[in-house]
C-alpha cells in the first residue's frame, strides 16, 4: 500500500497567519496519462463528517474559501491556509487515490496559538 | 440534498458479527462508487472497503480483508457492510462515503476523491 506521511502532527497558528500542512507519498500519485496528481485534502472538525476540501491536489471543492489552496506533485505536497480563521480548526487529512487502497495520512491537528 | 445516514452499530462481543448499512438519497446512487472508511477512537482516518457503482468490483484494507464484506443494492440505493469475526482493534466510528467513479475495466475499478461522508454510526467490540 502507498504510505502517506503528514507534517507535522500538530501546528498552532495565530488567527491571520499561515498555515502550511505537508503530506509526503511512499510513491508518485501522478498518473502519467493525464498528469494529474491522485491526492485529496480533507477537513475534520470534531463532532462531524470529514469535509472534501481539495482534489487533483490543487483543486479547490466548491464552496470552500480560497483561504484553502493546494500544491505539490508526485510525492510531496502542501495544504496552504492563507489568513487562519478560528473556524479553521480541525484535523487535515491527506490522502491518495492512485490505488485501489486508499490510504489517508496520519493526520495534522491545527490549533489557534 | 445529499444524504449518507449509516446504521447498525453497537456493542458486540469478540469474535461476534455486526451488519452495518447505509441508506443513500438526493443522488443518482448508481453512479457513485461508495466506500466505507472507519476512526478508531483517538485515531485518524482508515480506509476500510470499496465497491465499484455497478458492484462488479470489491475492494479491501488488508487488517479487514477476509473478515468484512461490502455490498450494495442499486435498486434500493443501500450499501452494506457485513463484519464477522470482530476484534477490539475494529473498535470504531464506520462512515459511508460517496466517490467520483474513477476509470474501470473488467479486470480492475479506480475510485477517485470522496465527496461527501456520512455522520457514522459507532461500533464497540468489548467483552
Known amino acids: 500500500d502507498i504510505v502517506m506521511t503528514q507534517s507535522p502532527d500538530s501546528l498552532a497558528v495565530s488567527l491571520g497567519e499561515r498555515a502550511t500542512i505537508n503530506c509526503k507519498s511512499s510513491?508518485?500519485?501522478?498518473?502519467?496519462?493525464?498528469?494529474?496528481?491522485?491526492l485529496a485534502w480533507y477537513q475534520h472538525k470534531l463532532g462531524q463528517p470529514p469535509k472534501l476540501l481539495i482534489y487533483?491536489?490543487?483543486t479547490r471543492e466548491s464552496g470552500v474559501p480560497d483561504r484553502f489552496s493546494g500544491s505539490g506533485s508526485g510525492t510531496d505536497f502542501t495544504l496552504t491556509i492563507s489568513s487562519l480563521q478560528a473556524e479553521d480548526v480541525a484535523v487535515y487529512y491527506c490522502?491518495?487515490?492512485?490505488?485501489?487502497?486508499?490510504?489517508f495520512g496520519q493526520g495534522t491537528k491545527l490549533e489557534i496559538k | 440534498q445529499v444524504q449518507l445516514v449509516e446504521s447498525g452499530g453497537g456493542v458486540v462481543q469478540p469474535g461476534g458479527s455486526l451488519r452495518l448499512s447505509c441508506a443513500a438519497s438526493?443522488?443518482?446512487?448508481?453512479?457513485?462508487?461508495m466506500h466505507w472508511v472507519r476512526q478508531a477512537p483517538g485515531k485518524g482516518l482508515q480506509w476500510v472497503a470499496f465497491?465499484?457503482?455497478?458492484?462488479?468490483?470489491?475492494y479491501y484494507a488488508d487488517s479487514v480483508k477476509g473478515r468484512f464484506t461490502i455490498s450494495r443494492d442499486n435498486s434500493k440505493n443501500t450499501l452494506d457492510l457485513q463484519m464477522n469475526g470482530l476484534s477490539a482493534e475494529d473498535t470504531a466510528m464506520y462512515h459511508c462515503?460517496?466517490?467520483?467513479?474513477?476509470?474501470?475495466?473488467?479486470?480492475?475499478?479506480?475510485?477517485?476523491?470522496?465527496?461527501?461522508w456520512g455522520q457514522g454510526t459507532l461500533v464497540t467490540v468489548s467483552s
Open positions: 462515503v460517496r466517490a467520483l467513479k474513477g476509470s474501470c475495466s473488467s479486470t480492475i475499478c479506480f475510485s477517485y476523491y470522496f465527496d461527501f
Open positions: 438526493g443522488f443518482t446512487f448508481s453512479s457513485f462508487v
Open positions: 465497491i465499484a457503482s455497478d458492484g462488479s468490483h470489491k
Open positions: 510513491q508518485s500519485v501522478l498518473y502519467s496519462s493525464n498528469n494529474k496528481n491522485y
Open positions: 487533483w491536489a490543487s
Open positions: 490522502q491518495q487515490y492512485y490505488s485501489t487502497a486508499c490510504t
